[in-house]
C-alpha cells in the first residue's frame, strides 16, 4: 500500500519537483555518479573536476583540526556494524585493493609458468567472501587440463601468502594455519583450533580443559591468543563492485569554542552549461535544433537547482542536529538525546518526508566518527509518564548505550541474563520486552550471558 501511494504521489508531482525529490535522495556517491551519467547523455552540461578536488583541498586543511582531536575517541562507525576488531583487520589493505590483487601480486616474477599463473588467477577469483577457496580440486584441473595433483600443488603455493589463512578450506583450517605460523609454543592453541573450534565458539572453556586434561587457565591463555586470529582474511580488502568507503556530506568540526559546519561539495564535481551552446541559441540554428537545445538546457538547469536545494537541505538539517545534539558532538555517545524526525521537520518548517529523503543514504563527520544521519534520530520505545524520559521517545540508541554500560559493569563469572537486563532497565523506567533486549544486544555483537562469562 505504501509503495503504491508512494508512486501515485511521484506521478501527480511536477517534472521539477521530481527531479529535485529524486536528487535530494542521492547520497554523495550516486550524485557524483548521476552527473557524470547526465554529462554523457546531455551535450549542453560541462562538469567541474578540478573545482571539486579545489573544495576537497580546502576541506582537508580545515580537517587538519580534526586530526588533533582525541585519538582515543576516533571511531568509524558504520549503520551495519563493523566492531573494533574487524576494523583493525580492515587496515594492512590499501584502499581499492582487491583480494586478488594482493594475492597475484605476490605471485608475480617468483618464475612460475603461464599455466600456474592461470591457475593461480583462477583459484584467486574462485574465493568466496571470507577468503576461503571450498570449490575442490577438480574443476581447475579439468579447466587447464592438469592433475588434481598439480591443482593440489598450485593452491598449496597460494595457501602460503598473505594474509595468513588465505585459500583455506575451511575455518578450522584458516586457524590452524595462522597458529603453525606463529612458530613453536602454540601447541594447545593448535589443539583447540584443530577439535574443539565449536566449543570455543560457545565460550564452554570447563568444557576443553576437562577434554584436553589441562588447566582452566591454560585454555583461557590459549583462547586469547586464538581470538587474535583473522577468521576471514579477505576482509579490509576492496570487492571489486560498489565503492568501500564511506563519503560523508558533511562534517562538523569544532574550532576552539564553536562549531564549523564544511559541506562536502567536493565528493562530486559541479556541473555548468557549456557557453558555445548558449551562444548557438541566439543564432539561426534550425526551428529543430533551438527545440533540442533549449530542452537540454532547462534539464540541466532544473538539475543545478535541484543539486543546489539538496546542499541547503543537507545544511540546514546539520545545523539542526547541531543546536540539538549540542552535548553529543562535545562529550559523545552517551548525551545522544531523543529526537524525532517530526521535530526537525517542524524546526525546519518542512515536511516529516522531506527529512526522511534527505536523511536517507546520508553520513556526518565529526570528531567521534562518520555516522548515518538516521543515527541522530529516535527510533525508539515510548516510555510511560512519569519515567525516565516522561512523554518522550527513548532513542534506541541510548537504550543500547545503557545496556551496554550495565554489561560492562556486570560481575564477569556471573553476568546478566537477558531478562536480568530487562529488569535493570526496568528498574531505571525503561520499559522494554526481553526480545528487544536480545535484539539491541544481537545489534551490538554482544554475546549472551553464557558467551560473556569468565572462569
Not at 595468513?164 to 578450522?172: E, T
Request: glycine share 6%; net charge negative.
Amino acid at each position: 500500500m505504501g509503495i503504491q501511494l508512494e508512486q501515485s504521489q511521484k506521478q501527480m508531482m511536477p517534472q521539477k519537483m521530481l527531479q529535485s525529490v529524486e536528487i535530494l535522495q542521492m547520497n554523495a556517491q550516486e550524485l557524483a555518479e548521476y552527473i557524470r551519467e547526465l554529462s554523457l547523455e546531455n551535450p549542453v552540461v560541462d562538469i567541474e573536476e578540478a573545482a571539486a578536488e579545489d573544495k576537497g583541498k580546502e576541506r582537508d586543511r580545515k580537517l587538519e583540526w580534526l586530526a588533533s582531536l582525541d585519538e582515543q575517541n576516533r571511531t568509524y562507525y558504520q549503520y551495519d556494524r563493523r566492531d573494533k576488531e574487524d576494523y583493525l583487520n580492515n587496515i594492512g589493505a590499501k584502499e581499492g585493493e582487491t583480494l586478488k590483487d594482493a594475492l597475484m601480486l605476490q605471485l608475480i616474477g617468483n618464475g612460475y609458468s603461464e599455466l600456474e599463473m592461470a591457475v593461480f588467477e583462477y583459484i584467486a577469483d574462485s574465493l568466496n567472501s571470507s577468503g576461503y577457496y571450498t570449490e575442490g580440486l577438480e574443476a581447475p584441473a579439468i579447466r587447464f587440463g592438469i592433475t588434481e595433483e598439480e591443482a593440489a600443488a598450485c593452491l598449496e603455493v597460494m595457501k602460503r601468502l598473505e594474509p595468513a589463512g588465505v585459500c583455506a578450506g575451511s575455518l578450522k583450517e584458516c586457524m590452524t594455519r595462522q597458529i603453525d605460523r606463529l612458530g613453536e609454543g602454540y601447541e594447545t592453541e593448535r589443539a583447540m583450533a584443530e577439535n574443539y573450534l565449536e566449543l570455543l565458539g560457545k565460550n564452554q572453556l570447563p568444557a576443553i580443559a576437562k577434554k584436553m586434561k589441562i588447566s582452566l587457565e591454560q585454555v583461557k591463555k590459549a583462547a586469547e591468543n586464538i581470538k587474535k586470529l583473522n577468521p576471514r582474511p579477505a576482509q579490509g580488502f576492496d570487492s571489486g563492485g560498489m565503492m568501500r568507503y564511506i563519503v560523508p556530506d558533511v562534517t562538523i568540526v569544532k574550532f576552539q569554542d564553536r562549531f564549523e559546519i564544511l559541506q562536502n561539495s567536493y565528493a562530486y564535481p559541479g556541473i555548468q552549461i557549456n557557453q558555445e551552446y548558449l551562444q548557438m541559441l541566439e543564432t539561426d540554428c534550425g526551428k529543430e535544433a533551438k527545440e533540442y537545445l533549449t530542452g537540454k538546457i532547462h534539464q540541466a538547469r532544473q538539475v543545478q537547482e535541484a543539486i543546489e536545494k539538496r546542499g541547503s537541505m543537507l545544511l540546514n538539517l546539520a545545523k539542526c542536529l547541531m543546536e540539538v545534539q549540542e552535548e553529543f558532538f562535545l562529550y559523545g555517545q552517551k548525551s545522544l538525546r531523543p529526537f524525532m524526525m517530526k521535530e526537525a521537520a517542524e524546526r525546519l518548517s518542512v515536511h516529516e518526508s522531506t527529512i526522511s529523503r534527505a536523511v536517507k543514504g546520508k553520513y556526518l563527520q565529526c570528531s567521534w566518527g562518520v555516522y548515518p544521519f538516521s543515527y541522530f534520530f529516535s527510533r525508539g520505545l515510548k516510555q510511560p509518564s512519569g519515567n525516565l524520559q516522561e512523554k518522550e521517545d527513548m532513542s534506541a540508541v541510548r537504550i543500547q548505550q545503557r545496556m551496554k554500560e550495565l554489561m560492562e559493569e556486570e560481575d564477569k563469572y556471573a553476568p546478566y541474563s537477558d531478562q536480568q537486563l530487562k529488569e535493570r532497565l526496568e528498574q531505571e523506567g525503561i520499559v522494554i520486552s526481553r526480545r528487544t533486549v536480545v535484539k539491541y544486544r544481537e545489534a551490538m555483537g554482544i554475546s549472551n550471558s553464557r558467551g560473556r562469562k569468565q572462569f
